[in-house]
């Protein structure tokens, strides 16, 4: 059972790393995408409320939820080789 | 230098190989012929060969091993070992030793009336170094004719490979984006040093030279 419970925490942390690199790079990816699409078409107005708002609609896209599959694939993909190997 | 680097290059590259050609599954056609349990020495600089068991935090120096003893058919001999991989490396999850075992004692036949079996397994066979491959699953076939397509060992390899070429593409555009123009700069700093030096030898050979 130990060697379960090491799998688990080692698995946690490494995918938690992995998730808030992702997280971290897609959020500053589309930040920068805002402020491009800002000088492209040279609004007015506050450039902070535009980049806020453009930030939350961000967060209700699909590609913003897709991000959990970090730690949804390695639990299916697991269990999968369990069932393979020892039950098929 | 070029000989360090060219050697570091493959060195790197054949140490990655032989891990993949270790860790990943491979399938052969044989014959079992017996199976047996063995008390075996699994301490030594080849314990990373052996699995190593999850719940004991004591090192035994022998262990009780199970084997299976296998012919293939052009007469050459292969023994495996049957061990649990656990929850640690490889990942196999491998749990059902004790079910292997059983299947492989029913597949036990004769050279005369054999049944040929194909066994997925990992590892390495040394005789000198006596390291055995674990065997992962067994299954029955018709024939020793049998052609196995090893799927995962073709998807794993295709993930890897754009992985590593993702990986070299962002770093050549890394590299031509921000190092190449700094090693230029460093490149011609050291040009206008080596005239700045060249001029003053000039200028200091002309003072205490031939006149």
Sequence with gaps: ?88 | MRYVRWTIFVGFWLTVLGFLHYTLPQHDVVRIVNTYEENTSVSGWTRMFWSSPDDTTSVEATRFVQFIQAVRPNGDVEVYRNEDTGWSWPPYFKFDTANLYAEANDLVSTAEVPKWTVITHYGWRNEVISIFPNAIAVRAVDSPDVRVIPWFNIGLLVVLFAVFWAVRVRWLRFRARRIDPVMQDVGEAFDAAGDQISDTRGWLARQFGRK
């Design chain 1, 1 to 88: 059972m130990i060697g379960f419970f090491r799998l688990v925490v080692i698995g946690a942390v490494v995918l938690s790393v992995i998730y808030l690199w992702i997280s971290w790079t897609s959020r500053a990816a589309q930040r920068r995408k805002l402020l491009a699409d800002w000088e492209e078409q040279a609004l007015t107005g506050d450039r902070d409320a535009f980049v806020a708002a453009g930030m939350q609609v961000y967060e209700r896209s699909l590609r913003y939820r897709l991000i959990v599959l970090v730690y949804v694939i390695p639990v299916v993909v697991v269990g999968t080789i369990i069932y393979v190997t020892n039950y098929y």
